[in-house]
Nanobody, 115 residues
């Protein structure tokens, strides 16, 4: 059974930092493209960042470029998202996603940034 478990969310003031983690089980982590998505209240889910299986291709949404850093530890089956200089518009539920022939989603972790 595939499981993706996110953690690290919380309440932080504008300009602060958080580090999200996603521990994966039930699949071969190093084969999968790993991504973070988020969904703000009343808005559609949006892609945030992706990290290729070999950790050699990384892409970010323009809205987070320069502030967020995605990384992975393949031996530990863990994906990270370091979020710095957080803004109120970063508020939302953050999801970890593993993609190969299909995508697997975690349950999400809530990030709230106060102004």
């Amino acid at each position: 059974q595939v499981q993706l478990l996110e953690s690290g969310g919380g309440l932080v003031q504008s300009g602060g930092s958080l580090r999200l983690s996603c521990v994966v089980s039930g699949l071969t982590f190093s084969n999968y493209l790993m991504s973070w998505y988020r969904q703000a209240p009343g808005k559609e889910r949006e892609w945030v960042a992706s990290n290729s299986p070999a950790d050699d291709h990384i892409n970010y949404a323009e809205s987070v470029k320069g502030r967020f850093t995605i990384s992975r530890n393949n031996p530990r089956y863990t994906l990270y998202l370091q979020m710095d200089n957080l803004k109120p518009e970063d508020t939302g539920m953050y999801y970890c996603v593993a993609t190969l022939s299909r995508s697997y989603w975690g349950q999400g972790t809530q990030v709230t940034v106060s102004s």
